[in-house]
C-alpha cells in the first residue's frame, strides 16, 4: 500500500500557522544573532521576504502547471522563466553590476548537455509532468554552485590579490594566475552535492525518491531515478562550476572593476 500525499502533509489550517511561525523563528534567530555580512544587510526581513514570495511563487506556479503540462508551447514558456530567473538570481548574488547576465553561460552549459541526451534517447519525453521536474532540478542545482563558486572565487581574488600579481611576475599570465588563485575555494561549491551524493539513503531520503514513492514507484524505480537526478547533478554542477570560475579568471565576470 502506498503513501498518499495527504498523510504524509495535510494542508490546512494547522499547516498555515506552523508555516509561519517557523519563518518568524527563522528570521527572529537570525536578527538577534546579526547573520549578516554587514549592518547594511537585514536578514531577518529577507527571510520573512522570501517566505512570503514562496508561498506566492508556488501558488501561481500549481495554476501554471495545468497548462505546461498539457501544451507544449506553456512547456517552453515554463521551462524559459525558470532559465530566466535562475540567470538573473545567479548573477545578482554574484556581480550586482551589469556582469550579471553571463551566468546564463556556466548554467546553460551545465544543464544543455544532461537534458539533451535525455530528450533524443526518448529516457524523458517532450512532457511537462516529466521535464519540468527534471530540468527544475538541474537548473535550481546549477544555480546554487553557479552562486557559490562565483562568490567564493571574486572573495578569494580580492583577499589574495598580492599572490596574483606575485605570480604575474613569476611568468604566469593574467588569467592562468587568477585561475591558480580562484580555482581551489570555487571548487568547494561542488562539497554539498557530495556530500548529500555519499550520504542519500543514510541520512536523507531527497524529494524526487520520497516523490517517487508518493506516486505509487515501487522502492526500486524510486531509487533508480534518484540515482539519476543525483549523478546528473555531479555532471551538471562541475561544469558549472568550472566555467564560473574560467569567467572570472577571464575577468568577464566581475564586481565593480576587475580584480
Known amino acids: 500500500m502506498t503513501l498518499s500525499a495527504a498523510s ?8 498555515g500557522i506552523l508555516l509561519g511561525v517557523l519563518a518568524l523563528v527563522a528570521a527572529a534567530v537570525a536578527g538577534v544573532c546579526h547573520l549578516a555580512p554587514d549592518d547594511r ?11 512570503v514570495r514562496a508561498a506566492v511563487q508556488l ?10 503540462v498539457d501544451e507544449v508551447l506553456g512547456l517552453l514558456v515554463f521551462l524559459t522563466v525558470m532559465f530566466a530567473v535562475a540567470v538573473r538570481t545567479a548573477g545578482r ?3 550586482g553590476n551589469h556582469t550579471w547576465w553571463l551566468a546564463c553561460v556556466p548554467i546553460a552549459a551545465g544543464v544543455a548537455p544532461v537534458v539533451a541526451p535525455l530528450l533524443l534517447t526518448g529516457l524523458v519525453p517532450l512532457k511537462g509532468i516529466a521535464l519540468i521536474p527534471v530540468t527544475g532540478i538541474l537548473i535550481g542545482g546549477a544555480l546554487t554552485v553557479t552562486v557559490q563558486a562565483g562568490r567564493r572565487a571574486l572573495d578569494e581574488l580580492k583577499q589574495r590579490r598580492g599572490e596574483v600579481e606575485a605570480a604575474m611576475a613569476l611568468g604566469f599570465s ?5 585561475l591558480e588563485i580562484a ?10 552535492g557530495l556530500d548529500q551524493t555519499r550520504t542519500v539513503g543514510l541520512v536523507t531520503l531527497p524529494g524526487a525518491f520520497v516523490g517517487m514513492l ?16 543525483l549523478v546528473a547533478l555531479m555532471a551538471v554542477q562541475s561544469i558549472a562550476v568550472a566555467i564560473t570560475v574560467e569567467l572570472v579568471a577571464r575577468h568577464r565576470v566581475f564586481r565593480t572593476a576587475p580584480d
Do not use: H, K
Open 214 to 229: 508518493l506516486g505509487g514507484a515501487s522502492p526500486l524505480m524510486a531509487g533508480a531515478v534518484q540515482l539519476f537526478v
Open 8 to 15: 504524509l502533509l495535510p494542508v490546512n489550517l494547522t499547516l
Open 59 to 68: 501558488a501561481a506556479v500549481s495554476l501554471f502547471l495545468t497548462w505546461a
Open 41 to 51: 544587510t537585514n536578514r531577518a526581513r529577507e527571510i520573512l521576504i522570501a517566505g
Open 174 to 178: 593574467d588569467r592562468d594566475a587568477r
Open 183 to 192: 580555482r581551489p575555494s570555487a571548487s568547494d561549491a561542488l562539497l554539498p
Open 93 to 95: 548574488r554574484i556581480t
